[in-house]
């Protein structure tokens, strides 16, 4: 018997006894009137139901069976080994928003702290992370500091558009842009303009997503170990990159660099500890996984939508060429051009709501609490998600309909349309994002035609969405 067939084996003895084990002690429930729903299978609960239907291409399955049977308010499944209550439509998002704190705090399933937050090195100093994360980010995504962004991004995607698109019939869309904006990333959070130096980090990048939300096993070959291990050179290619930023700020080389690394270097509490320079490290990894594949998928789902609906494409071209007409040769684009870009925002949102680029995110219930008429007692952690509203047709009529025209006027009922969430808790960095999506919008639809070259790719959930293929494109140049 090799390896790998004795360790399944012993995996299944272990797992099978734990689950006579369960049998055999499990309790009734001590709090009453828990929310209707199913436990599933121990340990990994509804786990693969979960992951399941978001790797056929619809994730809301797993929310719209459950919602159908047990309660389209509140019900109780169990992910990624948690007790867990799921809260549902414009009320369950609303009620969790606005409980930061109250009756509900911040969670981060284990693969995601170990992997991203705390590595086992800063456990100890990271036990208020969340809150640190957030208290630095005001100053980087400031209006003011955003308006600075603008002719960065603006360029860097005529760049990329020009070395990486211009010379090619057909492009394959999702892996330029991963490319694309991890190297505006990298611009814009370190300074880090080498293209090198970029790759250098890309690679190891490429290994954290897939494990952050994987079965926390830490042994060769699993997605977690893969992550774990990417985190550590990452980690390791900041600390260097850290410590000579230290040495440039010293020596006033660069003063006005306005990334978010040389202000955190210069405007912060530096105690010049190697534990001061680790926090660092992990508040980049940080943000770079928050704003990495949300924003690269975003941009691509966009590119599927435009290629594939020629009407949406032409109103979004006689917006941007408008802008572009106004514009002196080379002029770049400003934050007055960017207000100007009303449609294609729309389109946008749309976009993000058939195709969410997050699903939603994790609480901890700190007290028991009523909701709905059930109890959520303490400790169980809860969850929200888009799926339980964007394609609602109570909210949201002719949900499989593309219709930018739902963001017109007052745009969607509050609490339905979710996919940077709400409440205090709200993605810090939506104003970056709509920034980065709308200049790659504007340069785009400005230079190409575009064409899908398999009309039935599909998209698939991996948490993000993907497109099954990488997304082929054909470009048509247009005469500038
Ligand atoms: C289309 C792009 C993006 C989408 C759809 C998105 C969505 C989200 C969502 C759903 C959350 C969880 C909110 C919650 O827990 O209730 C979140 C959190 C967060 N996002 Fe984004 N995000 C995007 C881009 C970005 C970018 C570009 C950045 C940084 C520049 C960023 C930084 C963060 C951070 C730091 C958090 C954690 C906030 C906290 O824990 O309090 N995101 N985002």
Request: aromatic share 12%; proline share 8%; charged share 25%.
């Amino acid at each position: 018997m090799d390896f790998y067939t004795q360790l399944f084996l012993y995996l299944s003895i272990l797992y099978i006894s734990l689950y006579l084990l369960f049998l055999v002690f499990r309790k009734k429930p001590s709090v009453p009137n828990l929310p209707p729903g199913k436990k599933g299978w121990p340990i990994i609960g509804e786990s693969l139901a979960f992951v399941g239907a978001a790797k056929s291409g619809c994730p809301e399955k797993f929310i719209n069976d459950r919602t159908a049977k047990y309660s389209p308010e509140v019900f109780r499944t169990s992910l990624l080994g948690e007790d867990m209550a799921v809260f549902c439509g414009a009320s369950g998002n609303k009620f969790l928003f606005s409980g930061q704190n109250k009756y509900i705090t911040t969670w981060w399933p284990t693969s995601m702290k170990k992997v991203a937050i705390f590595p086992e090195t800063m456990e100890k100093f990271n036990k208020d992370d969340p809150k640190k994360m957030r208290s630095f980010l005001p100053e980087f995504l400031k209006p003011e500091a955003l308006q600075c962004y603008i002719p960065i991004m603006d360029s860097m995607t005529k760049d990329h558009l020009e070395s990486d698109w211009s010379p090619y019939e057909e492009v394959k869309v999702f892996p330029l842009t991963k490319n694309y904006t991890f190297a505006l990333a990298c611009r814009l959070f370190m300074n880090i303009k080498d293209p090198k130096i970029v790759s250098k980090f890309a690679d190891p990048f490429a290994r954290i997503a897939p494990g952050l939300t994987s079965v926390p096993i830490n042994i060769p070959g699993t997605p977690f170990n893969k992550a774990v291990e990417g985190g550590k050179v990452i980690r390791q290619e900041l600390l260097n990159i850290i410590r000579q930023r230290k040495q440039e700020i010293s020596e006033g080389k660069d003063a006005n660099a306005r990334d978010l690394l040389s202000r955190l270097l210069t405007e912060a509490d530096d105690d010049g500890s190697v534990y001061y320079e680790m926090d660092t490290s992990n508040k980049i990894i940080g943000l770079l996984i928050a704003s990495h594949d949300t924003t690269s998928t975003t941009i691509t789902v966009i590119v599927n939508y435009l290629a594939s609906l020629p009407h949406i494409y032409e109103k979004v071209y006689e917006e941007q060429m408008e802008i572009a007409k106004s514009k002196a040769p080379g002029e770049l684009l400003n934050w007055d051009d960017i207000q100007k870009m009303k449609y294609s925002w729309n389109v946008a949102c749309e976009s993000m709501r058939l195709t969410p680029p997050a699903q939603g995110s994790f609480r901890e219930a700190i007290t028991d609490f009523t909701f709905a008429g059930f109890t959520i007692p303490k400790g169980w952690k809860t969850f929200w998600t888009v799926y339980t509203t964007h394609k609602n047709p109570k909210y949201f009529p002719d949900p499989e309909k593309f219709d930018p025209s739902r963001f017109e006027g007052n745009g969607p009922a509050p609490f339905t349309y979710v996919p940077f969430g709400g409440g205090p808790r709200m993605c810090p960095g939506k104003e970056y994002a709509r920034l980065e999506i709308l200049i790659f919008m504007h340069n785009l639809v400005t230079k190409f035609k575009l064409e899908k070259v398999d009309r039935d790719e599909k998209i698939i959930y991996n948490p993000s969405p993907v497109p099954s293929n990488g997304l082929l494109i054909r470009l048509q140049p247009l005469n500038q």
